[in-house]
């Protein structure tokens, strides 16, 4: 049972234009987001996260939006860097008491020189 | 390197034999955690281990499963028996903090197993 989905696998963005990737979760005592990054041949590298208490995190070009009461958040890059290209995981955890962080399945974004 | 360690980073095995997938975590972190990813799917969290016990061993798929880890150092996945659907990249991720809630996981590069 996936508690958290990302139902894009892949997404392609001309650089410099906004690149908007989505997470939808179902437990709703998740109360701790995270987004993390992915190479190729590399482990995943951690990103950006964001409380429940908050519904927007920012540092940089990038901005995590949280809508607890739809169950969603979104990672928004502008302007996107060819760099950025990789696969973005969204993944939740109950702060207090939960050990592991439940991950979605991805989405590949590819930004467009 | 100062990075998480994993060895080896790929394994091709077969059918039936047993594997042992090792993981070197950052000096210091008392959480380690072991996440498979097959493919088209998500991380799958396996086990979890803070210092050398596992409080949480709800992600380990069947009794072939097992994980060991000496003390705040070293951790060891064994996979007995081994079947293609193990067949995955296995990560392992430590941590400064207990539970991942609130702290970030740095992940090592994993290690590809492929099962024939």
């Known amino acids: 049972d996936q508690q958290v989905k990302q139902n894009s696998p892949s997404l392609s963005v001309q650089e410099g234009r906004i690149s908007i990737l989505n997470c939808d979760y179902t437990?709703?005592?998740?109360?701790?987001f995270l987004w993390y990054k992915k190479y190729p041949a590399e482990g995943p590298t951690f990103l950006i996260s964001i409380s429940s208490i908050k519904d927007k995190n920012e540092d940089g070009r990038f901005t995590v939006f949280l809508n607890k009461s739809a169950k969603h958040l979104s990672l928004h890059i502008v302007p996107s860097q060819p760099g950025d290209s990789a696969v973005y995981f969204c993944a939740a955890s109950a702060a207090t008491g939960a050990n592991n962080l439940f991950f979605g399945t991805g989405t590949r974004l590819t930004v467009i020189p | 390197g100062a990075g998480v360690s994993q060895s080896p980073s790929n394994k091709v095995t077969e059918k039936g034999k047993d594997v042992e997938l090792r993981c070197d975590p950052i000096?210091?972190?008392?959480?380690l955690y072991w996440y498979r990813q097959r493919l088209g799917q998500g991380l799958e969290f396996l086990i979890y281990f803070q210092g050398n016990s596992a409080p949480d061993k709800s992600g380990l798929p069947s009794d072939r499963f097992s994980a060991e880890r000496t003390g705040e150092s070293v951790s060891t996945l064994t996979i007995q028996r081994t079947q293609q659907e193990d067949s995955a990249v296995y990560l392992c991720a430590s941590s400064t903090k207990q539970g991942s809630g609130t702290g970030e996981l740095f992940f090592g590069e994993g290690s590809r197993l492929t099962v024939l």
């Open positions: 437990n709703s005592m998740f109360d701790y």
């Open positions: 000096s210091g972190h008392t959480a």
